[in-house]
T-cell receptor, first 113, second 113 residues
Framework: TQLLEQSPQFLSIQEGENLTVYCNSSSVFSSLQWYRQEPGEGPVLLVTVVTGGEVKKLKRLTFQFGDARKDSSLHITAAQPGDTGLYLC?????????????FGPGTSLSVIP | NAGVTQTPKFQVLKTGQSMTLQCAQDMNHNSMYWYRQDPGMGLRLIYYSASEGTTDKGEVPNGYNVSRLNKREFSLRLESAAPSQTSVYFCASNQGGEIRPQHFGDGTRLSIL
């Protein structure tokens, strides 16, 4: 069983602060995705990383895939209230079947104006 | 562009009642998925369909059945609802393949008394 853990579970920060959330596993993943989910809506894909050590940037969001492809981080610079939401990581491993991914429990972020 | 549409958005059932959750996508995707989301547990895969005419069990299939009616529609049925099935249910679709983004509906909030 591939288990994805995310930390912290909850995070409340002031507008303008920086933050990092983490996604960790003891298993190797062939690719990893980050989604953001707002209240009352379904998750929306932010990024997919596939190469160990890969760094991707999406405006103020920076995503990194660990060298060993067991972990990932999401760094937000100068957080804004619009960043509020549940951040989910989802991994696809070599032992999962072709179409399935495993989701972590999420980090709930609240950015206070 | 509707994307993934789920009906109903809210439902309250009594223990033992049955109901079917409906999902339709208009993106011509091959693969469709049903997840449940519970606090602190992330999204757990119930069933998925890699293509029209095929369905497979996910992580938590007990108590559920599915039908891939055609390429657009994938329904989830609870034959005899139990309080443990109180959850938010999400349908998703993609073109297939682990790194392809999943597109989610807005969920069905189901309470079983």
């Amino acid at each position: 069983t591939q288990l994805l853990e995310q930390s912290p579970q909850f995070l409340s920060i002031q507008e303008g602060e920086n933050l990092t959330v983490y996604c960790n596993s003891s298993s190797v993943f062939s690719s990893l995705q980050w989604y953001r989910q707002e209240p009352g809506e379904g998750p929306v894909l932010l990024v997919t990383v596939v190469t160990g050590g890969e760094v991707k940037k999406l405006k103020r969001l920076t995503f990194q895939f660990g060298d060993a492809r067991k972990d990932s981080s999401l760094h937000i610079t100068a957080a804004q209230p619009g960043d509020t939401g549940l951040y989910l990581c989802a991994g696809a491993g070599r032992k999962t079947s072709y179409d399935k991914v495993i989701f972590g429990p999420g980090t709930s972020l609240s950015v206070i104006p | 562009n509707a994307g993934v549409t789920q009906t109903p958005k809210f439902q309250v059932l009594k223990t033992g009642q049955s109901m079917t959750l409906q999902c339709a996508q208009d993106m011509n995707h091959n693969s469709m998925y049903w997840y449940r989301q519970d606090p602190g547990m992330g999204l757990r895969l119930i069933y998925y369909s890699a293509s029209e005419g095929t369905t497979d069990k996910g992580e938590v299939p007990n108590g559920y059945n599915v039908s891939r009616l055609n390429k657009r529609e994938f329904s989830l049925r609870l034959e005899s609802a139990a309080p443990s099935q109180t959850s938010v249910y999400f349908c998703a679709s993609n073109q297939g393949g682990e790194i392809r983004p999943q597109h989610f509906g807005d969920g069905t909030r189901l309470s079983i008394l």
